[in-house]
């Protein structure tokens, strides 16, 4: 990982990670997209750390022109949250449990044990 210099602080430089639950920095057109999105709020990349978390900075500046953007210039994630993912998987794995009791009682009822 890229450590920060005192001069990086002295310059006034802002930092974030940006993050993705679903590895959306694996494809590189879509963290293309990504950083082009990033880019109008004055972000830069830094570095990629893996297909889930890239490092990026601006000047401290740049914040006057926050107000003006259509998305939170200082959002930390992009696409899913991990509390959304959860809660999905958590409701596919409910609705997967449902469906399989409900066709081993209709098996049962078929066979015609009560």
């Known amino acids: 990982m890229t450590p920060y210099t005192p001069k990086d602080f002295a310059e006034e430089w802002e930092f974030k990670i940006l993050r993705s639950t679903t ?3 694996r494809n590189p ?3 293309h997209a990504i950083l082009a999105e990033e880019a109008r709020a ?3 990349l830094l570095e990629k750390f893996d ?3 890239i490092r990026l ?7 006057a022109g926050d107000a003006a953007l259509d998305f939170d210039p200082h959002r930390t994630w992009v696409g899913i949250s991990p509390a959304r993912l ?3 998987v958590l409701i596919a794995t409910l609705g997967a449990i449902c469906i399989v009791v409900a066709l081993i009682f209709a ?3 078929a ?3 009560h």
């Open 86 to 88: 959860a809660i999905l």
């Open 111 to 113: 066979l015609g044990v």
């Open 42 to 44: 004055g972000w830069t």
């Open 23 to 25: 590895n959306k920095f």
């Open 51 to 53: 297909d889930t978390r």
């Open 29 to 31: 057109v879509v963290l």
């Open 107 to 109: 098996i049962l009822y």
């Open 57 to 63: 900075k601006r000047r401290a500046s740049a914040r």
